[in-house]
């Protein structure tokens, strides 16, 4: 079984492996004690701290341990918006920023604060423009990933911590999906990481707080990691933590190289080998081992299950595939495809020939869906003015596959009025007139729900 979902989770690093049993023996006790099993604790903890804000490039006392990667991200933008409370409850956060970010941007809103979201491009990627524009007067703090966990965007976050230096804004970071790969550049103020993401044990993350930063931790007050993480810490899993994430440094630069080459190439074979399918995604500006595509007329979670029973464990940000049944919020924001999703993040060490397996395999698994879906011929040129196609109750991404059998029903310049109530078709419809070259006119809400999609021919 080929495992390519590392942007999920990493499987353990044997480094991590090593450390981790071999942490279990030595610090089990209190750090904070002063007999010799707690000082032993604490050499370990000291140590692992110090390689930790070696890889990140902060100060040693920066950076605490917190429980998971998602208690660093709420924790950290909570204390920074406590911290700032006199300058004002505005926050910023980009669009396609990690659920964790959206959560926490969803409560501050809740408390009686305000929250502007700064869109993308189709590639995922936020302007500089576009973000110093959403900071306001009262703005308390601002929030941009390092590189994005769906597609793989690099975002410029050098650059958007300069404006918000200049605008005397403190910048947010979750820096989950890049730290194996580097540290993040920049002069910005707060981050969070993950070590299951890097190939260290699950349960534990990082937040590191930059000298300078008004900082409030939130909660009832702790002793413990100064103040900013509560509850007695993880030291087997922080060593091992720290520990892989030195490991995975070590190589990141040849495996960067590597693994880079063979996500370029299934950026480049996958619209060779499939028709109707749209790579996404920035493709220089890009973390080296993830890619993501989206074909059409092709139910994401078959898709899945067909790769799984070939041999690949894959993720996706198609709807089909979530239990809310709700199109990836990033997908959404970048107005592309979400239908039939696959996201391919491969770990550290995979051989060329798996690659090429994937590659091999993934027409006859994508056909067989399609055929299941009835999927549409193409080529077709119908007489017909206009074509109402009743979608309603449909999901996705049956709604999609029904309008491009009508667009062959009615003649260039003539119109598909489309009703669907599935939320997704308000994000395919428009992204399947982009990649197919036809105009999307627009939606008219339902008074029984859903709406009506009308799109014009024009070819």
């Known amino acids: 079984m080929a495992y390519f979902d590392v942007a999920s989770a990493a499987p353990l690093h044997s480094v991590a492996r090593q450390a981790l049993q071999a942490s279990l023996d030595e610090g089990w006790a209190d750090p904070s004690r002063l007999y010799r099993e707690g000082r032993r604790a604490r050499l370990l903890l000291d140590a692992a701290r110090e390689a930790a804000a070696e890889a990140v490039r902060c100060r040693v006392d920066e950076l605490v341990f917190t429980s998971s990667g998602t208690r660093a991200v709420h924790d950290g933008i909570a204390g920074v918006l406590a911290g700032r409370r006199r300058a004002g409850k505005h926050l910023v956060v980009s669009a396609v920023e990690h659920s964790a970010v959206l959560h926490s941007a969803a409560a501050h809103e809740n408390l009686g604060g305000s929250v502007t979201q700064v869109g993308v491009g189709r590639e995922g990627r936020v302007t500089v423009e576009a973000f110093r524009d959403a900071l306001r007067e009262d703005t308390a703090l601002a929030c941009l990933q390092s590189a994005n966990h769906e597609v793989g965007t690099e975002q410029p976050v050098a650059e958007a911590a300069e404006v918000c230096r200049a605008a005397g804004v403190p910048l947010f970071v979750d820096a989950a999906q890049s730290l194996a790969w580097g540290p993040v550049a920049g002069d910005w103020s707060v981050l969070a990481g993950s070590a299951h993401k890097w190939g260290g044990p699950a349960g534990v993350g990082l937040l590191v707080v930059r000298k300078g930063t008004r900082f409030a931790p939130q909660g009832p007050a702790d002793e413990r990691e100064s103040g900013r993480a509560a509850g007695f810490e993880n030291i087997p899993g922080i060593v091992a933590a720290a520990a892989s994430l030195r490991a995975v440094r070590a190589e990141a630069a040849e495996e960067a190289a590597r693994l880079r080459e063979l996500t370029e190439r299934i950026r480049t074979r996958?619209?060779?080998?499939?028709?109707?399918?749209?790579?996404?995604?920035d493709p220089v500006r890009r973390l080296p081992h993830l890619v993501t595509f989206s074909c059409l007329y092709v139910d994401g979670e078959s898709l899945l299950h067909g790769l799984d029973r070939a041999g690949f464990s894959v993720s996706s940000g198609s709807s089909c595939t979530s239990s809310t049944l709700t199109p990836s919020h990033v997908l959404r924001a970048m107005g592309v495809v979400s239908e039939g999703?696959?996201?391919?993040?491969?770990?550290?060490g995979t051989e060329a020939a798996e690659v090429e397996r994937f590659l091999d395999v993934l027409p006859d698994v994508v056909?067989?869906?399609r055929e299941k879906l009835g999927a549409p011929v193409t080529g077709v040129e119908g007489s017909a003015e206009s074509v109402?196609?009743?979608?309603?109750?449909m999901t996705c991404p049956q709604p999609v596959i029904e309008l491009a059998k009508a667009i062959g029903r009615v003649r260039a310049g003539g119109t598909v009025s489309v009703l669907?109530?599935?939320?997704?078709a308000a994000v395919d419809i428009p992204a399947w007139c982009y990649t197919q070259g036809h105009e999307y006119v627009g939606a008219d809400p339902r008074t029984d729900g859903g709406a009506t999609y009308?799109?014009?021919?024009?070819?």
């Open 270 to 281: 996958v619209p060779e080998l499939l028709s109707n399918v749209e790579v996404v995604g």
């Open 341 to 348: 999703n696959v996201r391919v993040s491969l770990p550290l």
């Open 367 to 369: 056909g067989e869906v």
């Open 388 to 393: 109402i196609v009743d979608a309603l109750g």
């Open 420 to 424: 669907a109530d599935d939320e997704v």
């Open 454 to 459: 009308v799109v014009r021919r024009t070819t």
